[in-house]
C-alpha cells in the first residue's frame, strides 16, 4: 500500500487564499489531512463499522452522502460483512471519486458499493438502514440543510439510523475560543505550522459553516427523527446517532 501524500497545501505564503474546494490537488493529500485535521477521525470510522454491523438489514441500502475518498463507506462495507445490502456513496468532485474508485478497488470487502458522481441534494434516499452525513452537512448551505435531512428520514425503513458528525460552534463566546484554541493546539501537535492552520482557516471561511450541538438536535427532531445523542466529541468535532 502506498503512503498518502503529506498534506502541504498552505505550508507557504499564498498572497490571496482562495475558497477550499476538493479538487485534484486536496484529493492527493486528503487522507493525510483529514486524519491531521479532525480530532477522532479514526475512532468515528471504527464505530461506523460496528454500527453497520448492528443497522444494516438485508436487501437494503447504506449510504456515505458526501464519500470523498470512501472512509466512511469502507467501514459500512466491513461492518456489513456478508449481509446482503449495497453502498450508495455519493459525492459531487469527481477528483475525489476517481481516487475513490482505486481504494475501493484494493480493498478485501465484498459489500458492493455503488460511486455516483452527484449533488446530495439531488439524491433520493430509498429502502435504507443506514445513512451516514460525515463531515459533509457543514459544507451545505444552511437553508437546503433540513430538506436534505428530512429525505434522508423519508428514506429510511423503521428502526434505522442516520450517522451525523459535524464540526461545532457554541454560544458561549469563552467555549468558542477554547474549542478553536485547542483545535488548532490538536494541528500543531500533528505537524502543521501556524501558517497553514491560517491560511486552511481562511480558505474554509466561506465554505463551511458550523453550528451548535443544540441546532444540529433541534433540526434532527424537526426533520421526524425520534430521537438524537452525541456518542462522541473530541473538542469542536461530534458525531451523533439520530434513530428512525
Not at 446482503?84 to 477528483?95: M, T, W
Not at 455503488?114 to 434516499?125: E, Q, S
Given at each position: 500500500m502506498t503512503t498518502p501524500s503529506r498534506d502541504t497545501l498552505y505550508a507557504v505564503p499564498i498572497t490571496a487564499v482562495a475558497d477550499f474546494c476538493f479538487d485534484e490537488k486536496v484529493a492527493e493529500v486528503f487522507p493525510d489531512m483529514i486524519q491531521r485535521s479532525v480530532p477522532g477521525y479514526g475512532t468515528i470510522l471504527s464505530a461506523i463499522s460496528l454500527l453497520a454491523t448492528r443497522f444494516a438489514q438485508p436487501d437494503s441500502h447504506c449510504y456515505d452522502l458526501g464519500c470523498s475518498l470512501g472512509g466512511a463507506s469502507l467501514a459500512l462495507r466491513h461492518g456489513i460483512g456478508q449481509t446482503?445490502?449495497?453502498?450508495?456513496?455519493?459525492?459531487?468532485?469527481?477528483?475525489m471519486l476517481r481516487r475513490c474508485?482505486?481504494?475501493i478497488a484494493r480493498d478485501d470487502g465484498t459489500a458492493p458499493i455503488?460511486?455516483?458522481?452527484?449533488?446530495?441534494?439531488?439524491?433520493?434516499?430509498v429502502d435504507a438502514s443506514l445513512v451516514v452525513l460525515n463531515f459533509t452537512l457543514q459544507f451545505l448551505p444552511p437553508p437546503?440543510?433540513?430538506?436534505?435531512?428530512?429525505?434522508v428520514y423519508r428514506g429510511l425503513?423503521?428502526?434505522?439510523?442516520?450517522i451525523l458528525s459535524e464540526k461545532l460552534a457554541f454560544t458561549d463566546s469563552r467555549q468558542q475560543a477554547l474549542h478553536?484554541?485547542?483545535?488548532?493546539?490538536?494541528?500543531r501537535a500533528q505537524g502543521y505550522s501556524d501558517l497553514e492552520i491560517s491560511q486552511k482557516r481562511s480558505a474554509l471561511e466561506n465554505v463551511m459553516i458550523p453550528e451548535t450541538l443544540e441546532l444540529h438536535r433541534a433540526r434532527l427532531t424537526e426533520a421526524g427523527f425520534a430521537s438524537s445523542e452525541t456518542w462522541f466529541q473530541y473538542f469542536n468535532f461530534a458525531s451523533l446517532i439520530a434513530l428512525k
Open positions: 446482503p445490502c449495497r453502498i450508495i456513496a455519493v459525492d459531487n468532485s469527481p477528483a474508485q482505486s481504494l455503488d460511486l455516483i458522481c452527484a449533488d446530495i441534494r439531488d439524491i433520493t434516499v437546503d440543510r433540513l430538506p436534505l435531512l428530512r429525505r425503513k423503521p428502526g434505522s439510523a442516520l478553536i484554541d485547542m483545535h488548532h493546539a490538536f494541528k
